[in-house]
């Protein structure tokens, strides 16, 4: 009887957790007419090499161009871990109902990994061969299964490594 008793705690538990994983996030930007928006789904991995090595992949959402976008961090459920914003005047974390300003994506993603990330320049990777990046070595190649772009940074500390795995019909 108690083992029943725990069973149906433990599954009550358990849908609690899904119920609340549902909930995402509304899905909105303002569209900057003068440029055309990009939209790209897939993986990506980020590698930090520290001590102990850090290493974050989840699955990802993405529309915009370099100077406006909005980036969503989804679950293996599909749900909204995080939301990534960004224009001119600077961008935005959201996860959850908190939402933490930045003056741009490279504070927000120093402040995240320890190192600044060329997010909105690995924009024009994501279709085709883009412009060099400072301080990274950026390669892409078209697979079966979608492209994949590799941006790796050496210096300075800590090492990075970007992967970005695109679905094909994206």
């Not at 990506?44 to 992949?57: D, G, I, R």
Request: charged share 15%; proline share 7%.
């Amino acid at each position: 009887m108690l083992w029943r008793k725990t069973c149906w705690h433990g599954l009550g538990c358990v849908l609690l957790v899904l119920l609340a994983a549902c909930g995402h996030a509304p899905r909105t930007m303002v569209n900057d007419a003068s440029r055309p928006m990009g939209h790209w789904e897939g993986r990506l991995t980020l590698q930090v090499a520290k001590n102990p090595p850090e290493q974050f992949s989840t699955a990802f959402e993405m529309t915009g161009h370099a100077e406006q976008g909005e980036l969503t961090l989804l679950s293996p459920l599909g749900t909204t871990l995080a939301m990534v914003r960004w224009d001119s005047h600077g961008a935005s974390l959201q996860k959850g109902v908190d939402i933490q300003q930045f003056d741009s994506m490279d504070a927000l993603t120093q402040r995240l990994t320890g190192a600044s990330l060329p997010l909105p320049a690995l924009l024009t990777w994501l279709d085709r061969a883009g412009p060099p990046v400072a301080g990274w070595k950026i390669s892409a190649q078209n697979l079966k299964s979608g492209r994949r772009v590799l941006a790796e940074r050496q210096q300075p500390l800590p090492a990075l490594q970007l992967t970005l795995l695109l679905d094909p019909s994206s």
